[in-house]
C-alpha cells in the first residue's frame, strides 16, 4: 500500500453539503501511471483511511483521537492504483450506523434527484458526490444497506460485492460479519473497472461464465415495499426484460414470513457485533451521537451475544436457498428500498418503518453475503427508485457482465 510522511491538510472537515463532501472535493493524490482508471476521479466515504488524513468516521470524538493515517485503505490504494485521482473524503452518518444520512454534527449531504428528502446512509456523502456529478465513482461501505439505499435515493448505480471479496483493511468497522466495500458509479462502464481493480480472484473458478438468461421476481420481497414502489419496478423490470430479450419468472426466495425472519437474524447479529466492535470507546468515551444513532447503540448494549455457530448456519442456509433458487443462469430481482426517499421531517413513527422496510429488503445480501447491485431504472412520481439485482455468492462479474450487456 502506499504511504506518505503523516500531516494534517489545512482544509480539516469542514462539510460540504452540496456536494457531500468533507475533505474536499480537491486533489488529493494522483493515481498511478496509465492504469483502466486513468482520468477518472473519485471519493472516499469517511471510513476509509487516506495517507495524511485524519479518518473521522462521522463522529467529532472519534476525529479528535485519530492520527493521520500513515498508509491509504486497502480500496483507496487499489483504485489509485489502477489510475484514478483521489478527490477527497465524503459525508457518513456516525460511524457507519444509520441508514438516512442526516449527520447532527456535520449535516445531511442534500439529494439532487429529490430535493428536500434524504440521501440515504450511512455512505450518503459518496451518493451525493456521484449524483451531482463532482465524480463518477465513490467508494462506500455497506453492512445493512449503507451503499444500496442511498444509490436508490439518489437514483444512482450502487454495488454491495460478495462478503470478503473487497479488502476492508484501512477501514472503520461496524459489524465484522456484514461489512463490505460499497461502490457508486455513474455508468456501468467505470463500476467495472472499479470492480477489475479491487475484486479479489474467484476461490472457485469456472463457476461465472453462464450468462444470465431469466430474471426471477421476488413475490416476496415486493410485498415488503410500498404497493406503488412495487407497481413501478415491476413496470420498469417487465420494460427491461422485454427489451433485452430476458426470461421473466415469478418467485419466491423465503416467503413473507421468512423474509422477516432473515431481517430479525440479520439485525441481532448485526446488534452483537457492533457492541462487540465498538462498546469499549463508547463507554470510555461518551460521544455526543445524534437521537437515532444514539439509541441504536444502546440497543446494542443490551442486546444477546449470538454465536458463531448459530451464525454460520444462518449464513449456511440462506446462501444454500439463494444457489439452489438462481441456479446457473438466473439473477434475483426486487426493489431496492420500500419507498422513494423519504422527506427530511419525519417523525420517529415513520423513520422506524421506512428503516424496518428497508431491513427487510437488504437483509437476504447481507445475512447471506451475496452480490447486489442497484440500477436506477424507477420511479414513484418523479423521484428515483432503484432496482436491485441479486445473485449466487462470488456472482460479482457475472452481475457486472449482465449489466454491460443490457444497460444503455
Given at each position: 500500500m502506499l504511504s506518505v510522511k503523516p500531516r494534517l491538510l489545512p482544509r480539516g472537515h469542514r462539510a460540504d453539503l452540496g456536494t457531500g463532501f468533507i475533505v474536499g472535493p480537491t486533489l488529493l493524490e494522483h493515481g498511478a501511471g496509465d492504469g483502466p482508471l486513468k482520468g477518472v476521479t473519485f471519493a472516499a466515504k469517511d471510513?476509509?483511511?487516506?495517507?495524511?488524513?485524519?479518518?473521522?468516521?462521522?463522529?467529532?470524538?472519534?476525529l479528535q483521537e485519530a492520527q493521520p493515517a500513515v498508509y491509504h485503505s486497502s480500496a483507496v490504494a487499489g483504485l489509485l492504483g489502477a489510475g484514478a485521482d483521489l478527490w477527497g473524503k465524503t459525508i457518513t452518518d456516525e460511524l457507519a450506523f444509520s441508514l438516512a444520512g442526516t449527520n447532527v454534527h456535520y449535516g445531511t449531504p442534500c439529494n439532487p434527484r429529490a430535493p428536500g428528502r434524504i440521501p440515504g446512509g450511512s455512505s450518503a456523502g459518496s451518493a451525493v458526490a456521484v449524483a451531482t456529478g463532482t465524480v463518477?465513482?465513490?467508494?462506500?461501505?455497506?453492512?445493512?444497506?449503507?451503499?444500496?439505499v442511498p444509490a436508490s435515493y439518489c437514483g444512482i448505480i450502487g454495488f454491495r460485492p460478495t462478503f470478503g471479496r473487497i479488502s476492508l483493511a484501512g477501514t472503520v468497522p461496524l459489524a465484522p460479519?456484514?461489512?463490505?466495500?460499497?461502490?457508486f458509479a455513474d455508468s456501468i462502464r467505470v463500476l467495472s473497472g472499479a470492480l477489475t481493480a479491487l475484486l479479489a480472484p474467484r476461490q472457485e473458478e469456472g463457476e461465472g461464465s453462464t450468462s444470465v438468461k431469466r430474471l426471477i421476481l421476488s413475490l416476496d420481497l415486493f410485498g415488503k415495499a410500498d404497493s406503488r414502489v412495487s407497481d413501478a419496478v415491476l413496470e420498469a423490470v417487465y420494460r427491461f426484460a422485454k427489451q433485452r430479450g430476458l426470461m421473466l419468472e415469478h418467485g419466491e426466495l423465503l416467503g413473507p414470513a421468512a423474509v422477516d425472519a432473515c431481517r430479525d437474524a440479520f439485525r441481532a447479529r448485526q446488534l452483537s457485533e457492533v457492541w462487540q466492535t465498538h462498546g469499549d470507546w463508547i463507554s470510555g468515551r461518551r460521544p455526543n451521537f445524534g437521537p437515532g444513532v444514539a439509541a441504536r447503540?444502546?440497543?446494542?448494549?443490551?442486546?444477546?451475544?449470538?454465536?458463531?455457530?448459530?451464525?454460520?448456519?444462518q449464513r449456511r442456509r440462506l446462501e444454500a436457498v439463494i444457489t439452489a433458487l438462481l441456479g446457473e443462469d438466473a439473477i434475483l430481482v426486487f426493489p431496492a428500498t420500500g419507498g422513494p426517499a423519504p422527506l427530511l421531517d419525519l417523525d420517529d413513527d415513520e423513520k422506524e418503518r421506512v428503516r424496518t422496510a428497508n431491513f427487510a429488503l437488504n437483509s437476504p445480501a447481507s445475512l447471506g453475503g451475496v452480490p447486489q447491485l442497484v440500477l436506477p431504472l424507477a420511479e414513484v412520481d418523479g423521484l428515483p427508485v432503484g432496482v436491485a439485482f441479486l445473485g449466487r455468492a462470488g456472482d460479482d462479474e457475472r452481475l457486472i457482465e449482465f449489466a454491460r450487456c443490457h444497460v444503455d
Open positions: 471510513l476509509f483511511d487516506v495517507a495524511g488524513e485524519r479518518t473521522g468516521a462521522g463522529s467529532p470524538e472519534w463518477p465513482l465513490a467508494l462506500g461501505t455497506d453492512t445493512a444497506g449503507s451503499t444500496r460479519s456484514f461489512d463490505t466495500v460499497g461502490i447503540f444502546a440497543m446494542a448494549k443490551t442486546a444477546p451475544r449470538v454465536e458463531d455457530a448459530t451464525f454460520a448456519g
